[in-house]
Each structure stands twice: as structure tokens, then as C-alpha cells.
């Protein structure tokens, strides 16, 4: 399955490329700082307990995103 969803959509363990960041996101160049660029790929490695902050692979490093700042970045999903 592929189509473009919103980071904190993702299932524990699924690939995906970042296709951009939702309009008016204010927090969005600091993620593009930290690597988060239309094109990366990431991975989801796993959700906190309570759902909040959830862990993502990108760029071979772990980076925890609060669910606001996931809601917020646009991915396309890899097909397996």
C-alpha cells in the first residue's frame, strides 16, 4: 500500500519518505534542520507508552517527535 498520510499515522515498524509539512507548521525549519527533508526516508521504530512522543530512524540517527509535530509532517508510504 502507498499513498501520503501524516507521520503520526504510522504503524510501529513501517517506511516512509517525507513529503513536505503541513501548511502554516511554524516548527517546520527547525525539523528540516535536524534532517527531516522532502525525499528522506525514515522509519518508525516504535510510540511511547501513552502515545506521546513516538521514535523515528532518519538519516541513521533515533529522533523523538511529540504527536503534534508528527500530525504535522506529510509522508508517502514505501510499498514493501
Known amino acids: ?6 507521520l503520526s499515522e504510522l504503524q510501529a515498524g513501517s517506511e516512509a519518505k517525507i513529503q513536505g509539512f ?22 518508525l521504530i516504535r510510540w511511547a ?5 513516538l521514535e523515528i530512524k532518519v538519516r541513521g540517527y533515533h529522533l523523538s517527535l511529540r504527536k503534534q ?12
Open 49 to 53: 507508552p501513552l502515545g506521546d512522543p
Open 69 to 80: 509535530e508528527a500530525d504535522s509532517v506529510e509522508v508517502v508510504v514505501s510499498s514493501p
Open 1 to 6: 500500500m502507498s499513498g501520503t498520510m501524516r
Open 22 to 43: 503541513a501548511p502554516g507548521f511554524k516548527e517546520a525549519g527547525r525539523l528540516r534542520e535536524m534532517g527531516l527533508l522532502p525525499g528522506t526516508k525514515i522509519q
